[in-house]
């Protein structure tokens, strides 16, 4: 069922970790979720309907890259993304913020215009400011919006990340005036900080004081230890609205995933399952396979036993090790399926299990195996 206003409902808790539902007028989203990536329009390597298939609910594309290509203008005559590219879930889109820091070696910021940055495919020079990035973002129709923000590079220099802190509070203000008022929509805040616990507290009253429809935690996955972000999560997470939805931007894992789960976080996103796929790696309930090792040569069974979407369980490992070394398209499809499909799976036995109350036993389980 379809709901005209974004909301989300809290069903089900165990510990730290939580079942929940988010309301969209394009379609409901179970929680906790992983949110497919397609940074272009696209999922690399596989067509949004296998996707679909596989249990995705809600997928993620990148204003920054759709800005620069195609260009907002293209996508917004035919009505949005979803037109654009086929798509009937709902759409999470990140602010730019992220990929202007890593991706553009000249970068300048400042606190009234922007980012003025190069694009990194031809150099052409860019102004990205939260108002233009709220217009970039209703252009694509997207269901979920996030502020602009600046994500700072890992760092030790704390007065250097509350610099960073205070101007995307700043900026958060100008993209919740910028966003206006539409039901059918959601607006996240980003909570900044790095690995610093009171920054981290800051940041967040400093947004929920603002008032958003989500609160994501950036500024993460950027090079610090898996323990490192679950020490964040520890401090940050208990002072989080209970009845909104809470983001982990670009994570990760497998066991990242069941690491932030236990610690109450509901919404996730990674390239690395798509990617792992196209460069020959698996994921499964027995570990991650290297489909380039010789050692699969003459490995007859399937990589995943029980996946029957698209007949994957009918393709062997040594075949698929064939197609890989090859450099075989079919190679990379078969693993960015069997690895998106994994995501899901891993994805609802976790919210089963929650509901059960068997969730510790189904983490201490798999914690160090996938």
């Avoid at 970790?17 to 999922?43: E, L």
């Avoid at 610690?263 to 994921?283: E, Q």
Wanted: glycine share 8%; charged share 25%; hydrophobic share 35%.
């Amino acid at each position: 069922m379809k709901n005209e206003k974004f909301s989300f409902n809290l069903l089900k808790e165990e510990r730290c970790a939580r079942v929940g539902k988010i309301y969209t007028h394009r379609g409901n989203i179970d929680t906790p979720t992983f949110m497919t990536v397609g940074t272009q329009g696209t999922i690399k390597a596989a067509f949004i309907d296998d996707v679909i298939s596989a249990g995705a609910q809600i997928i993620l594309s990148n204003t920054y890259h759709l800005m620069i290509r195609p260009g907002t203008e293209r996508i917004k005559r035919v009505g949005g993304l979803h037109q654009f590219m086929n798509c009937n879930l709902p759409i999470l889109t990140d602010s730019g913020g992220f990929q202007i820091m890593s991706l553009s070696k000249l970068v300048k910021i400042d606190k009234k215009i922007g980012a003025t940055f190069n694009s990194h495919i031809d150099g052409k020079k860019f102004i990205l400011s939260p108002e233009d990035s709220m217009q970039i973002q209703k252009d694509l129709n997207s269901d979920i919006v996030m502020v602009l923000d600046e994500c700072p590079k890992l760092s030790n220099d704390k007065k250097k990340i509350h610099q960073s802190l205070k101007l995307s509070h700043h900026w958060a203000e100008r993209s919740k005036d910028a966003f206006g008022i539409n039901p059918k929509k959601a607006l996240f805040g980003i909570v900044q900080g790095g690995i610093y616990k009171d920054l981290r507290l800051e940041s967040l009253e400093g947004l929920t004081n603002i008032d958003f429809d989500g609160y994501a935690l950036g500024g993460l996955a950027v090079g610090e230890s898996q323990q490192q972000m679950f020490a964040v999560l520890d401090d940050l997470v208990p002072s989080m609205p209970k009845n909104k939805p809470r983001y982990l931007m670009g994570v990760g894992t497998p066991s990242d995933i069941l690491g932030a789960v236990k610690r109450g976080i509901d919404m996730f996103d990674c390239v690395m399952p798509t990617r792992s796929g196209r460069t020959g790696l698996a994921f499964t309930w027995e570990g991650r396979l290297n489909l380039r090792n010789s050692k699969y040569k003459n490995d007859d069974t399937p990589i995943n036993q029980n996946a029957t979407l698209r007949r994957l369980q009918a393709y062997s490992k040594s075949y698929i090790s064939h197609l890989i070394n090859s450099n075989e398209i079919l190679g990379s499809m078969l693993l960015t399926l069997n690895n998106i499909f994994f995501y899901q799976q891993l994805m609802e036995k976790i919210r089963e299990t929650i509901k059960n109350n068997t969730f510790d036993k189904f983490y201490d389980k798999y914690i160090n195996i996938i």
